[in-house]
């Protein structure tokens, strides 16, 4: 895919945008099939199905799998084309393009480029006013009177990084990486447009869309697996994606008839055998804190215990999880800790 991806940019970059327009539904039309096999959602509704793979396109860090739809970053592929090139142009060739008004002129190819630049700078006026929206009245409040607002992921380049035509002649190193930069417009409106959706969808999917958007939820993805620690056997990087994705699990099927610890039946999307499994969330718990515990103690040395039970002002009938030199790392509790305690 990674190739793929580099050879369709390079033509995205270098030629018309109506020259490339087949051969990115193509590209994206195969990803989608490749997607619907390795991931196999075949036991998910229709809806769920198009749910998933809109919400694969996304960044990992905003809750996708970073499969990126083409045709939504053909825009920012051709504004960062020119950013970086129209400088030299204008160096190299001052008799053919020294005079050249590119926020003006009206050659096709900078007809192309001033309508994707409006297009990217219109769509970054609307997240920016959501964003505004979002933030404009808390959401709820802790139980110490502490604002929560809605969430977003963060990352939004900032209007003035965004330079306007006239100075893609410039020397301004906001014409590095400037594909990278408008690209960011385009996933952060499309991540505002899939939160849109969820209501349809129910509170669970919602619940589930802003958990693995959360910084770092989707590290896992990243790990290269050809460090021996970092590797995942397929059946659990296949459950952890669909579960990801909001899709019924192929691990799970016929497993209905089975109960949990506390006689609960599993069902199909994992949430009772990831809270109540066959030996209960405790154990479940207990592992990954033995694990981590066993990472960090070897960085931290003695300077970080495991569940003290002497902490104080922590909670008096919960203890951390760990603690090092008085700041608390987690809560070895099924209920909700304090804000503070998750630092």
């Given at each position: 895919?990674?190739?793929?991806?580099?050879?369709?940019?390079?033509?995205?970059?270098?030629?018309?945008?109506?020259?490339?327009?087949?051969?990115?539904?193509?590209?994206?039309?195969?990803?989608?099939?490749?997607?619907?096999?390795?991931?196999?959602?075949?036991?998910?509704?229709?809806?769920?199905?198009?749910?998933?793979?809109?919400?694969?396109?996304?960044?990992?860090?905003?809750?996708?799998?970073?499969?990126?739809?083409?045709?939504?970053?053909?825009?920012?592929?051709?504004?960062?084309?020119?950013?970086?090139?129209?400088?030299?142009?204008?160096?190299?060739?001052?008799?053919?393009?020294?005079?050249?008004?590119?926020?003006?002129?009206?050659?096709?190819?900078?007809?192309?480029?001033?309508?994707?630049?409006?297009?990217?700078?219109?769509?970054?006026?609307?997240?920016?006013?959501?964003?505004?929206?979002?933030?404009?009245?808390?959401?709820?409040?802790?139980?110490?009177?502490?604002?929560?607002?809605?969430?977003?992921?963060?990352?939004?380049?900032?209007?003035?990084?965004?330079?306007?035509?006239?100075?893609?002649?410039?020397?301004?190193?906001?014409?590095?990486?400037?594909?990278?930069?408008?690209?960011?417009?385009?996933?952060?409106?499309?991540?505002?447009?899939?939160?849109?959706?969820?209501?349809?969808?129910?509170?669970?999917?919602?619940?589930?869309?802003?958990?693995?958007?959360?910084?770092?939820?989707?590290?896992?993805?990243?790990?290269?697996?050809?460090?021996?620690?970092?590797?995942?056997?397929?059946?659990?990087?296949?459950?952890?994606?669909?579960?990801?994705?909001?899709?019924?699990?192929?691990?799970?099927?016929?497993?209905?008839?089975?109960?949990?610890?506390?006689?609960?039946?599993?069902?199909?999307?994992?949430?009772?055998?990831?809270?109540?499994?066959?030996?209960?969330?405790?154990?479940?718990?207990?592992?990954?804190?033995?694990?981590?515990?066993?990472?960090?103690?070897?960085?931290?040395?003695?300077?970080?215990?495991?569940?003290?039970?002497d902490c104080e002002s922590y909670s008096s009938t919960h203890r951390p999880d760990l603690e090092?030199?008085?700041?608390?790392?987690?809560?070895?509790?099924?209920?909700?800790?304090?804000?503070?305690?998750?630092?």
């Amino acid at each position: 895919y990674k190739r793929q991806n580099t050879t369709l940019v390079y033509f995205l970059r270098t030629m018309p945008l109506d020259v490339t327009a087949d051969a990115v539904l193509e590209h994206d039309r195969r990803v989608e099939e490749l997607l619907r096999a390795i991931v196999q959602t075949q036991d998910a509704s229709p809806a769920e199905r198009e749910r998933a793979l809109v919400q694969a396109r996304l960044p990992v860090r905003m809750g996708g799998l970073g499969l990126t739809l083409q045709r939504h970053i053909r825009d920012a592929a051709v504004v960062g084309s020119w950013a970086l090139c129209w400088r030299p142009m204008q160096r190299l060739c001052p008799w053919l393009f020294a005079h050249v008004d590119i926020a003006a002129s009206t050659r096709p190819a900078l007809v192309e480029l001033q309508q994707a630049h409006a297009r990217l700078l219109e769509l970054h006026r609307r997240v920016e006013a959501t964003h505004e929206q979002m933030n404009a009245a808390p959401y709820d409040f802790t139980k110490d009177g502490e604002e929560h607002f809605r969430f977003y992921p963060g990352g939004l380049p900032p209007r003035k990084t965004l330079l306007p035509l006239a100075d893609f002649g410039s020397s301004s190193d906001l014409l590095q990486h400037a594909q990278r930069r408008y690209s960011q417009i385009q996933h952060h409106f499309d991540w505002l447009m899939f939160l849109a959706r969820m209501p349809q969808a129910g509170r669970r999917d919602g619940v589930r869309f802003i958990a693995v958007s959360q910084p770092h939820a989707g590290a896992f993805l990243n790990a290269v697996p050809s460090k021996g620690a970092f590797r995942v056997p397929t059946w659990a990087m296949r459950i952890a994606v669909q579960r990801r994705l909001g899709l019924p699990l192929t691990a799970a099927r016929g497993r209905d008839v089975y109960e949990s610890k506390h006689g609960q039946c599993f069902d199909a999307y994992g949430d009772v055998a990831q809270n109540d499994g066959q030996a209960g969330h405790q154990t479940r718990h207990f592992e990954l804190l033995q694990v981590l515990f066993s990472v960090l103690r070897a960085a931290f040395g003695a300077r970080l215990r495991k569940e003290p039970v002497d902490c104080e002002s922590y909670s008096s009938t919960h203890r951390p999880d760990l603690e090092m030199e008085g700041e608390w790392v987690g809560a070895s509790s099924s209920s909700r800790p304090s804000a503070r305690a998750l630092t």
